[in-house]
């Protein structure tokens, strides 16, 4: 049974920080992707930023400079350093794993498993 669970959501000052944690079991998670994605109340899900199985990274321009994303030692961890947060940055945050072995999308149509997401509230 694939899992992925997200943590480290919780509510800020504009300016502060945040770590996002995505801890994954049940699956192979080395050679795939890892991806966040964030979704407001009646919007699409938004890709935020991805990691692929060399380290390579992409990142929306919306948060490029402000966050990170990186593996843990294990490669079974993800993580979203995020930084000088803004209001606008304010919604759930999912982490998702590709669908296929090698790729760096970006789409959320190309992910297959998915977390039950974390809050992240960002006030001015």
């Known amino acids: 049974q694939v899992q992925l669970v997200e943590s480290g959501g919780g509510l800020v000052q504009a300016g502060d920080s945040l770590r996002l944690s995505c801890g994954t079991s049940?699956?192979?998670?080395?050679?795939?992707?890892m991806g966040w994605f964030r979704q407001a109340p009646g919007k699409e899900r938004e890709f935020v930023a991805a990691?692929?199985?060399?380290?390579?990274?992409t990142y929306a321009d919306s948060v490029k400079g402000r966050f990170t994303i990186s593996r843990g030692n294990a490669k079974n961890t993800v993580y979203l350093q995020m930084n000088s947060l803004k209001p606008e940055d304010t919604t759930v945050y999912y982490c998702?794993?590709?669908?296929?072995?090698?790729?760096?999308?970006?789409?959320?149509?190309?992910?297959?498993?998915w977390g039950q997401g974390t809050q992240v509230t960002v006030s001015s």
């Open positions: 990691i692929g199985r060399n380290a390579g990274t």
């Open positions: 049940g699956r192979t998670f080395s050679g795939y992707a």
């Open positions: 998702a794993r590709s669908s296929h072995f090698g790729d760096l999308p970006s789409g959320s149509d190309e992910y297959s498993y």
